[in-house]
């Protein structure tokens, strides 16, 4: 089978013996393509994953052997999220599921870029799901990235008709902007590349340039009573967009941190201790989280078409390198 795989700080093409199912439960599955996740690009980049590392989650598939209880068959068309928590530790009673070991420990084997997939039972039976007929392969593809914007609105805890405000429009951004109108808020949102946000406005997303901060400091306050946003949520990864943040939030706001950044720079201790916010992480989905991504695709309240650029698996690199250099928003491998 092919995959597409780490080798010394390149993506490579090559064969490896294909995998079945043997003794175990679960399924083997024929990917049919898999998006290209900004976790994909820090590992790649960052030089993270070590060599033969086969990256790639979001993956939509075709069974093809099984052996499990779930009620799934051969031939069924499906996508799959990629970790399972265990609900029963620590952090799965504290809701902060993706810090769960368990969590961590699974995954679909040997990763999204693989011409076959194993899928164990708990994958079966906790995050795999039937592609909606109404679906495009690509659509449905953004389930598990869609599963996380879903999971930071719920960290969030805020209420209907909220004002928040989403930095940084890329493709996280645009999904977490509409999950967030999905679910009553008020949404801004910012970048400082036009074609950005001329995309958001299509959406029917306020949007505006941050590229000052006093102008977007205006913006936000002018559009809030002078108050400032209930909540900020960070989708982008440029260390600027902190002090964006901060001139942007309420007093007793909270500010969600859904992205890394270069210098791993963080909020003013005092800002936070006088103006009393609050800051907060979210990182990945539970499955009830990918349960309702799946329904907000399908029902068309969050749009994705078109937002993704198809390569061919044999053009894997230069869909890495484009995403790098910002010539793409986001890239749909296919098999």
Do not use: W
């Amino acid at each position: 089978m092919r995959v597409a795989e780490i080798i010394n700080d390149e993506i490579v093409l090559n064969e490896r013996e294909k995998i079945t199912l043997q003794d175990k439960t679960g399924a083997i599955v024929k990917v049919i393509g898999c998006g290209l996740c900004g976790s994909d690009i820090v590992k790649f980049r960052e030089h993270i994953s070590e060599n033969g590392t086969v990256l790639g989650h979001e993956i939509v598939a075709e069974i093809v052997e099984i052996n499990s209880k779930s009620g799934f068959k051969i031939g069924d068309k499906i996508v799959s999220s990629h970790h399972i928590p265990c609900f029963k530790c620590v952090y799965c009673k504290g809701e902060s599921y993706s810090m769960c070991e368990h969590f961590k420990s699974t995954n679909i084997i040997p990763g999204g870029f693989s011409e076959y997939v194993y899928l164990s039972e708990e994958h079966l039976l906790n995050v795999v799901h039937l592609v909606p007929k109404n679906l495009s392969d690509v659509e449905v593809s953004f389930y598990e990235p869609l599963g996380c914007c879903i999971r930071a609105v719920k960290r969030a805890k805020l209420s209907p008709l909220s004002n928040v405000v989403v930095i940084g429009l890329g493709t996280i951004g645009l999904l977490m902007a509409q999950a967030l109108k999905a679910y009553g808020m008020n949404v801004f949102a910012c970048d400082i590349i036009d074609e950005r946000i001329e995309r958001a406005a299509k959406l029917g997303i306020n949007s505006f340039n941050s590229s000052s901060v006093e102008t977007a400091h205006n913006y936000i306050y002018s559009n809030t009573n002078n108050i400032g946003a209930d909540c900020i949520f960070m989708t982008s990864g440029a260390d600027t967009a902190i002090p964006l943040a901060l001139e942007t939030v309420r007093a007793g706001g909270k500010i969600l941190v859904f992205a890394s950044t270069p210098n791993n720079t963080g909020y003013a201790n005092n800002e936070i201790y006088y103006r009393e916010l609050t800051v907060l992480g979210s990182y990945s989905p539970r499955p009830k989280d990918l349960e309702i991504s799946l329904k907000l695709l399908t029902d068309g309240e969050v749009k994705v078409k078109n937002l993704s650029v198809i390569y061919p698996i044999e053009k894997i690199q230069q869909a890495f390198d484009d995403t790098i250099s910002n010539r793409i928003m986001k890239a749909y491998i296919k098999f």
